[in-house]
């Protein structure tokens, strides 16, 4: 994402039957220091969002997690995580069939930690949305 640089504005307002005039400038570097700015909070989220999910994420040998992290490209603001069985361990059911496979209503169960489970983004996002939004702040809000 790129910002665009705004253009100086000139304003006029009427005040008690006379004119005032103003200029808004924006500081020549804003665009480049904003656009910055957007691309390091854009890294902080797609970072935080693999280290934050990494608990939650099924493991069993770890390849899951080590696919969301090869699969994404730090800053696009696509995390993705790139296994055969990604999709059906994200939801938690079964599925069944030659490719593409039918999704049935019998749950997955899974083992290890307590907290490892279907829709890990999902869950994450609930218990952690505010603190990354809090990072974006102190990044964006310089």
Known sequence: MTIRQPK???IKAKIN????????????DFAADKTLSFQQAQR???SEVLRRCD??????NGYLIQSGIRA??????????NSPYARYQYYGKVMVGKAPKKLTNIP??????PNRGAKWFERMKV????DILKGVGRIVGK
């Open 8 to 10: 100086d504005q000139i």
């Open 17 to 28: 039957g006379g004119t005032m005039r103003g200029v808004l400038q924006f500081r020549k």
């Open 44 to 46: 902080y989220v797609d």
């Open 55 to 60: 608990p939650l994420t099924p493991r069993f």
């Open 72 to 81: 994404t490209n730090i800053g696009s603001g696509l995390v993705q995580y």
């Open 108 to 113: 997955l169960t899974y083992t290890g930690a």
């Open 127 to 130: 218990k952690d949305k505010k």
